[in-house]
């Protein structure tokens, strides 16, 4: 019964930095075992995984995005955040937020949203 669903702009300028939330319902951001995600799929490319942060806190994410990702949470409001700074067109892609279990097992999914990079 768990949903995720991902807000923030569609439209992001060159250089200026990405904020998206995902709100979840039904389930708890700091049950334990569960890891919540962020995936990109750029188009005409394939699915990918950006980073995220596990149950207890701690934050990771891709080595090709590590110096530009920051993944935080509110444990008050249920959400955890993606910002990705100096935007370029490349980051123009489909957004999705995901839980999964840490073992490359991804069991829930936003329905994504649509970000375009430009000016």
């Known amino acids: 019964q768990v949903q995720l669903q991902e807000s923030g702009p569609g439209l992001v300028k060159p250089s200026q930095t990405l904020s998206l939330t995902c709100t979840v319902s039904g389930g708890s951001i700091t049950t334990i075992n569960y890891y919540w995600s962020w995936i990109r799929q750029p188009p005409g490319k394939g699915l990918e995984w950006m980073g995220g942060?596990?149950?207890?806190?701690?934050?990771y994410a891709s080595p090709a995005l590590k110096s530009r990702t920051s993944i935080s949470r509110d444990t008050s409001k249920n959400q955890f955040t993606l910002q990705l700074s100096s935007v370029t067109p490349e980051d123009t892609a489909v957004y999705y937020c995901?839980?999964?279990?840490?073992?490359?097992?991804?069991?829930?999914w936003g329905q994504g949203t649509q970000v375009t990079v430009s000016s």
């Open positions: 995901a839980r999964d279990t840490g073992k490359s097992n991804v069991e829930s």
């Open positions: 942060i596990a149950y207890n806190g701690y934050s």
